[in-house]
Nanobody, 125 residues
Framework: QVQLVESGGGLVQAGGSLSLSCAAS????????MGWFRQAPGKEREFVAT????????FYTDSVKGRFTISRDNAKNTVYLQMNSLKPEDTAVYYC??????????????????WGQGTQVTVSS
């Protein structure tokens, strides 16, 4: 079973940047499509970005296109989310998630099988 641990959250001013990391416990991570989701207080969890096992396919929600970049380093069993030009509306708990090996990318939370504990990102205005 894949275990995921996020890090890199924190408090930043609007316009600033943060880089999130998600470390996976298993080498099988290398065969897993990964995703980042976020949940703001009082709102449902929403899709942010997804990346295929080899990094060739990436999708983003419209609100973060051009500002966020998802990437991965399979040698380190780690996926990243670089967040630039942050806005107060980006404030949320950010979760990384993994699909079962060989499954493709997805924007649907229910299609992910493994989840991290989340990391708080707060953007002040």
């Amino acid at each position: 079973q894949v275990q995921l641990v996020e890090s890199g959250g924190g408090l930043v001013q609007a316009g600033g940047s943060l880089s999130l990391s998600c470390a996976a416990s298993e080498r099988t991570f290398r065969n897993c499509a990964m995703g980042w989701f976020r949940q703001a207080p009082g709102k449902e969890r929403e899709f942010v970005a997804t990346i295929s096992w080899n990094g060739d396919i990436r999708f983003y929600t419209d609100s973060v296109k051009g500002r966020f970049t998802i990437s991965r380093d399979n040698a380190k069993n780690t996926v990243y989310l670089q967040m630039n030009s942050l806005k107060p509306e980006d404030t949320a708990v950010y979760y990384c998630a993994a699909r079962r090996p060989t499954m493709g990318v997805s924007m649907r939370a229910y299609e992910y099988d493994y989840w991290g504990q989340g990391t708080q990102v707060t953007v002040s205005s």
